[in-house]
């Protein structure tokens, strides 16, 4: 069994940055497609961004694109989320999860484990 361990998250005024880590405990880290969510108060969890297993495929909601950039280290087992230009309404818990299969997928339904969760908190 893989566990995903999230970090990075915290509170950040608007406009700021913040870098999510994801560690993977073990198992075949470089060939798993990962992907980033979060889910808001009140909110049904959501898509953020996917990698594929090489990293050289992504793809990211719209409300992040030019400002979240999702990459990863398979030497290290670790995927991250660069987070830039934040905006309140990015506040939310963000959640790493992993698929066995290579490519990265934006239904929540396809991921196999999940990490924990790490709060990320914007203030205006």
């Known amino acids: 069994q893989v566990q995903l361990v999230e970090s990075g998250g915290g509170l950040v005024q608007a406009g700021g940055s913040l870098r999510l880590s994801c560690a993977a405990s073990?198992?075949?880290?470089?060939?798993?497609?990962m992907g980033w969510f979060r889910q808001a108060p009140g909110k049904e969890r959501e898509f953020v961004a996917t990698?594929?297993?090489?990293?050289?495929?992504?793809a990211y909601v719209d409300s992040v694109k030019g400002r979240f950039t999702i990459s990863r280290d398979n030497a290290k087992n670790t995927v991250y989320l660069q987070m830039n230009s934040l905006k309140p309404e990015d506040t939310a818990v963000y959640y790493c999860?992993?698929?066995?299969?290579?490519?990265?997928?934006?239904?929540?339904?396809?991921?196999?484990?999940w990490g924990q969760g790490t709060q990320v908190t914007v203030s205006s």
């Open positions: 999860a992993g698929r066995i299969k290579r490519f990265g997928n934006i239904f929540i339904e396809k991921y196999d484990y």
């Open positions: 073990r198992g075949t880290f470089s060939v798993n497609g």
């Open positions: 990698i594929n297993s090489s990293g050289g495929e992504t």
